[in-house]
């Protein structure tokens, strides 16, 4: 089958100025259940941390301590949102048209007050995606507000402003172009990123050096379970 014509120009798009945004990457219903999930994972994390701190554990249950997004919660390698990078990875290559790793899942509830400061990613982002989940901003008395997703391409200085509805996915190369959103004025609002490396690229990381996907950063595997449930 031809490749129409609108394909072509997102990834013509992407070749040319390293990211491009997918409008509805997933469906609002994937969207919406992965919203109400990360606002459960945050409430969970807050009552075990407060209540039942013995059972605490921020990198299983997430934490409030990420330096570049202060206040928001944040959780490393979730099994949920591991499963969507594993689902987009076809979309992903097809776009940037490279063989890609699975790398990690960074997911974020953030609220009121909070930003993402002026940051480049680490080698394992080197292909990025900021997949929108949901939002509310009802204490904005309008719908029209939508916190936009800044990028500063480090060649040009040109700054970028993208805006995107739940299921909608900006993809970046988060090594090559600064990115930061300023004090978001709504509620809640959630957020995953899905990290990829180019096979052939510079890096060549899978997993985040991990064993597996779905686990945090410092646990490794027996080979066994690895066997089991790969």
């Excluded at 949901?134 to 040009?156: A, R």
């Amino acid at each position: 089958m031809q490749e129409n014509n609108m394909n072509k120009k997102i990834k013509k798009h992407f070749i040319e100025n390293n990211y491009v945004v997918i409008k509805g990457a997933i469906n609002l219903n994937l969207a919406n259940i992965s919203y109400n999930y990360l606002k459960m994972k945050a409430y969970q994390s807050v009552y075990k941390r407060n209540h039942l701190n013995e059972m605490y554990d921020k990198e299983w249950d997430g934490h409030f301590e990420d330096r570049q997004a202060p206040g928001s919660f944040s959780i490393y390698g979730d099994a949920l949102m591991e499963s969507i990078l594993i689902s987009l990875k076809p979309l992903m290559e097809d776009v940037t048209q490279k063989k890609l790793f699975h790398n990690y899942a960074y997911s974020r509830l953030y609220v009121t007050g909070n930003d993402l400061k002026v940051h480049t990613d680490r080698e394992s982002c080197e292909i990025s995606t900021s997949l929108c989940l949901g939002y509310d901003v009802s204490n904005q008395g309008e719908e029209t507000y939508c916190w936009p997703f800044g990028l500063i391409d480090q060649t040009t200085k040109k700054e970028i402003t993208v805006k995107l509805q739940p299921g909608d996915m900006l993809i970046y190369n988060g090594v090559k172009l600064e990115h930061y959103r300023e004090q978001f004025l709504g509620n809640n609002h959630a957020q995953v990123f899905l990290h990829y490396n180019d096979m052939n690229g510079d890096f060549k990381i899978e997993y985040d050096d991990r064993d597996r996907l779905g686990m945090p950063k410092q646990i490794k595997t027996y080979d066994k379970i690895r066997m089991m449930y790969k």
